[in-house]
């Protein structure tokens, strides 16, 4: 073999290690894909599998006698009589009559345990709507309690002993009477969308949770946006370069990376303990995540800006137009996509914090829904939190619901970001 035909062969021998060194570099980037695919699927599996049963919930139907000797014994008909009745006796009367059997103490309370806690609260609403209803009965439907959905969800196995499961067989046997009859089923839960937080898995919703979320990124979206963008056409477009302007520029990337909980701890110092602001409430939250998000939207703003043609710029000064006017008519317009991008992201990173809240009161158990700014609220990362720290079995599938109701509220904002992108696009 010549010299010629050595080279050849060292040269061919060096290509297929080349070519195979390449192969390898796709197969990995390939199997990161892949890996990276395959833990989102199963994360959303799990979710799914755990919490798509909370959409629906049991419910238990009974004939309700409104009996006048409980209701309004004196028969006046005052609206404090009606409001402090004893409506609970009608339903343990109407789950009496319907399973006659149960006689002693133990085996009344444990009949009485398969309805909802707020039965009571449903008749009392019908007495106080309608007052007429009194002294005639009514075929109402309740909320059953949890352990009673969870059976019927087959999140409680029956074939389990006695003594190791959360019902007794007799509460097992009422339960399957019910069902048989038609008096037991799941129905869509409508209450996990309209009604607030609960003890009771049966009664807990998201709703208040979802409308503190509406107010604190309401709050937040106010004071972000136009203090971020700003400031962000201030330092690129105006600020003179020196050692102040890169100060500031070096805290605005150091503060995008302080973890959220510092400014927690602001927010309890200053706006709660100084200021004296409602504790809890979504306009100190607005205000706390105004702070977090506004390195964010700040460094996304410029640049956006930055990525502007300078012949933009001299093209407009050159028509004779002020530096005012260039920006606003020129370059922020040509910017907006990116600066839009770069808020919502800021917004959907502060839908998603959880301990900054903590720090100023907004871990509370928040029942009513909140009807402004100042009033105590929760939002849906922290009643996710909430649920998941709660010992009961049907918090379970709750929080998993909480989490996919969360990132469809993500998927909106982002679905939102892409079409602004979109819509504000100019090309040149």
Do not use: C
């Not at 195979?20 to 199963?42: Q, T, W």
């Not at 404090?80 to 309370?109: C, G, H, I, N």
């Not at 890169?246 to 927690?264: M, R, T």
Request: net charge positive; proline share 4%.
């Amino acid at each position: 073999m010549n010299k010629a035909e050595q080279t050849r062969a060292r040269v061919e021998a060096g290509l297929k290690r080349r070519y195979a060194a390449e192969r390898r570099f796709r197969a990995y980037g390939l199997g990161a894909v892949l890996l990276g695919l395959a833990f989102v699927v199963l994360l959303f599996s799990t979710l799914v599998s755990q919490g798509w049963s909370a959409f629906r919930q049991a419910y238990v139907t009974l004939d309700v006698q409104y009996d006048a000797a409980i209701i309004d014994p004196e028969g006046t008909r005052d609206t404090a009589t009606l409001s402090t009745a004893d409506y609970a006796a009608l339903v343990r009367a109407s789950l009496k009559a319907r399973f006659p059997e149960a006689q002693s103490r133990q085996e009344t309370k444990a009949l009485y345990a398969l309805v909802s806690s707020s039965a009571a609260q449903a008749v009392q609403a019908r007495i106080l709507g309608d007052p007429s209803r009194i002294g005639g009965h009514e075929r109402l439907t309740f909320l059953a309690n949890d352990r009673v959905d969870q059976l019927l969800k087959g999140r409680i196995d029956r074939n389990l002993d006695e003594d190791s499961r959360s019902l007794t067989d007799q509460q097992v046997g009422w339960i399957d009477a019910l069902a048989a009859d038609g008096a037991l089923s799941l129905h869509f839960n409508k209450g996990f969308f309209t009604q607030g937080d609960s003890r009771e898995p049966e009664q807990a919703g998201v709703w208040g949770a979802v409308v503190g979320s509406l107010f604190t990124l309401g709050v937040t979206l106010l004071l972000s946006f136009p203090i971020g963008v700003s400031a962000a056409i201030y330092l690129e477009e105006f600020a003179r370069r020196g050692k102040w302007t890169d100060l500031i520029e070096v805290n605005i990337n150091n503060l995008a990376a302080v973890p959220s909980i510092v400014f927690g701890l602001l927010g309890l110092a200053v706006f709660l303990n100084f200021f004296g602001m409602p504790r809890s409430a979504p306009l100190v939250g607005g205000i706390v995540l105004t702070l977090l998000t506004l390195p964010t939207i700040i460094i996304a703003s410029r640049a956006a800006l930055k990525a502007v043609p300078p012949s933009i710029r001299e093209a407009a000064l050159g028509m004779g137009a002020s530096r005012i006017q260039m920006v606003m008519h020129h370059v922020f317009p040509l910017a907006m996509p990116g600066i839009l991008t770069g808020t919502i992201i800021g917004m959907a990173r502060a839908l998603g914090e959880t301990a900054p809240l903590l720090m100023i009161g907004m871990v509370a158990f928040i029942v009513d829904v909140p009807k402004g700014l100042s009033d105590p609220a929760t939002v849906l990362p922290v009643q996710v939190y909430l649920w998941a720290d709660s010992a009961e079995r049907a918090f379970v599938e709750r929080t998993s619901a909480a989490i996919l109701v969360l990132l469809a509220f993500l998927i909106v904002m982002n679905a939102a970001a892409v079409y602004l992108r979109n819509r504000f696009e100019r090309r040149w």
